[in-house]
């Protein structure tokens, strides 16, 4: 009886850690995927969450609390920013072009002085 009994706990233990194991097998082989346009991974004490970019976690007592922009917010910011620094880039670009077209009118215009 107690062999019986033995064994069914061995059995019962072998299916729970089995569970165990393939539940963080599966949980390490979908670190693979791509994350969503607009969305993180953050890690929360021992859990990763997949949120959008911008929000906060606030631990309250034993709680997590989420503070989140809307998805397609954020989508729509992280764009403009983008398009922010492409066109931050383009006046530098143009201010360094008409300070030198500026140069060269004021040589000319020494030069056709001088003569």
Do not use: H
């Not at 994350?35 to 007592?61: A, D, F, Q, Y």
């Amino acid at each position: 009886m107690k062999n019986k009994r033995l064994l069914i706990y061995s059995v019962l233990l072998m299916i729970f850690l089995f569970v165990c194991f393939s539940m963080e097998i599966f949980a390490q082989m979908s670190q693979d995927e791509e994350i969503p346009e607009g969305m993180e991974l953050k890690e929360v004490g021992k859990t990763k969450i997949l949120m959008p970019k911008g929000s906060r976690v606030k631990k309250v007592g034993k709680f997590y609390i989420v503070k989140t922009l809307d998805r397609d917010t954020q989508v729509i910011i992280d764009a403009l920013t983008e398009r922010v620094d492409t066109l931050e880039k383009k006046q530098l670009f143009l201010e360094e072009k008409i300070q030198g077209l500026t140069l060269e009118l004021n040589r000319e215009n020494n030069n056709s002085l001088v003569k």
